[in-house]
């Protein structure tokens, strides 16, 4: 069983920097394609970003190109959102996902149905 925990979120201006954390438990994140989501209030669910579990391929959303960047750390069993440039349409509740089951190590995955597990979830407020 994989079991996620989000962390780093909470209230920040326009312009400014967060990152969230990704602690993952159950699972190597070397071996896990992985990403990151974020839903606001009456919105569906959307795609933020997605590291490959190769590592080395990363994809976002084009609301974030440019200013958001995933990352992950093998020794800490972590994956990181590192959100710069914060805007106000960037509110929203973000959670990471496993993709459980990969067949090549460079894919990314940018839909929600084709993830396994997921986080709970932290809260991201950009005031403006």
């Known amino acids: 069983q994989v079991h996620l925990v989000e962390s780093g979120g909470g209230l920040v201006q326009a312009g400014g920097s967060l990152r969230l954390s990704c602690a993952v438990s159950g699972r190597t994140v070397s071996v896990l394609a992985m990403g990151w989501f974020r839903q606001a209030p009456g919105k569906e669910r959307e795609f933020v970003g997605a590291?490959?579990?190769?590592?080395?391929?990363?994809h976002y959303g084009d609301p974030v190109k440019g200013r958001f960047t995933i990352s992950r750390d093998n020794a800490k069993n972590t994956v990181y959102l590192q959100m710069n440039n914060l805007k106000p349409e960037d509110t929203a509740v973000y959670y990471c996902a496993v993709k459980g089951v990969t067949y090549h190590s460079g894919s990314y995955y940018s839909s929600p149905g084709q993830y396994d597990y997921w986080g709970q979830g932290t809260q991201v407020t950009v005031s403006s």
């Open positions: 590291i490959s579990r190769s590592g080395d391929n990363m």
